[in-house]
């Protein structure tokens, strides 16, 4: 056996320090590549320039918006300029002759030497209201730089209260004010209406009462038209309204107004109850009703003896 003639191929040994792995082009071509990506081209930085000053301009706005709205505040506000003086507070009566002016300007007085921006209507309402109770409103409006002017309105009438031998207009919200011969209101005689210590004078028509009787002659008007309003009589301390019609008084309670007047309908539209011979109608006591014909004459005297008048 010749064993020298036989060719064995030997495997190619190559040494580790002579490799060159393709690990090293890769990550040295990605790195260009990273740097030909993040290059910047100049349009990019033109924008970022704009962007950076347009957020700067904008910061300046603001700073100069808010250093005008502080220099306006102390002008408004904390410099003399702007300070109400006493000659310059204008007022306006509506109407004129139920206000007393003097009054009005002397509680307005107070207001002199505020700044007028600070001086609100409702400051305003409130100190003229708590000394002169039928005022309804008030307007104010700035004089610039240093003036006012202010609207002051009544409540309208309801009635031309005649008060033993006073007459007084009655405004809505029951108050007496000084009478005015050219309004035009229904007469409605008050009795026994509480005197006030405290001020020496009538005391008001309570809201409550004011309403009753506003109802109930809205109720009347409505359902009993036929029968004219001649008087209108008010107790104060009774709570009672009594309307007199062709000479027969009608006795109302404000307290059941409700259904006194449908009562008086009821009976008048079913003949029950023919007013012109009655001297009164009492409806004032739930579930009875008293009557008096003119025939009695004892009639008009029930009626002197318990209201003393």
């Known amino acids: 056996m010749r064993l020298w003639n036989k060719k064995i191929k030997a495997k190619a040994k190559w040494d580790s ?81 139920v206000f007393d002016r003097g009054a009005v300007e002397w509680l307005l007085r107070d207001f002199a030497g505020k700044n007028i921006f600070s001086i609100s209507t409702q400051d305003i309402f409130t100190a003229l209201s708590e000394n002169i109770r039928h005022i309804a409103s008030v307007e104010k409006s700035l004089t610039l730089p240093d003036g006012i002017q202010v609207v002051v309105s009544s409540f309208p009438p309801s009635y031309r209260a005649y008060i033993g031998e006073e007459r007084f207009l009655l405004t809505e919200n029951g ?77 109302f309670s404000l307290e059941r107004w409700k259904s006194e007047v449908a009562i008086l309908e009821q009976l008048t539209t079913q003949g029950h109850v023919i007013l012109p011979r009655l001297h009164y109608i009492d409806l004032r006591i739930p ?3 008293y009557t008096c014909p003119r025939s009695e004459s004892a009639c008009a005297q029930n009626l002197i003896n318990i209201y003393n008048n």
């Open 17 to 97: 320090g002579w490799s060159i792995s393709t690990k090293v082009f890769h990550r040295q071509e990605n790195t260009l590549k990273k740097i030909r990506t993040n290059k910047t081209p100049w349009t990019q930085v033109i924008k970022n320039i704009y962007t950076w000053f347009k957020n700067y301009l904008r910061t300046v706005w603001w700073l100069f918006l808010w250093g005008l709205a502080v220099l306006g505040f102390f002008v408004l506000f904390a410099t003399p300029i702007f300070t109400l003086k006493p000659d310059k507070i204008k007022i306006i009566l509506r109407p004129e002759p």
């Open 287 to 289: 579930k009875r009703i």
């Open 175 to 251: 108050q007496l004010i000084p009478d005015i011969p050219e309004v035009e209101v229904p007469a409605l005689q008050v009795f026994h209406l509480m005197q006030d210590p405290n001020i020496g004078k009538k005391t008001p028509i309570l809201d409550q009462d004011m309403y009753g009787i506003r109802l109930i002659l809205n109720s009347w008007k409505q359902k009993l038209s036929t029968f004219p309003i001649d008087e209108l009589r008010f107790y104060e301390q009774e709570k009672e309204l009594h309307i007199v019609t062709n000479k027969t008084h009608c006795i």
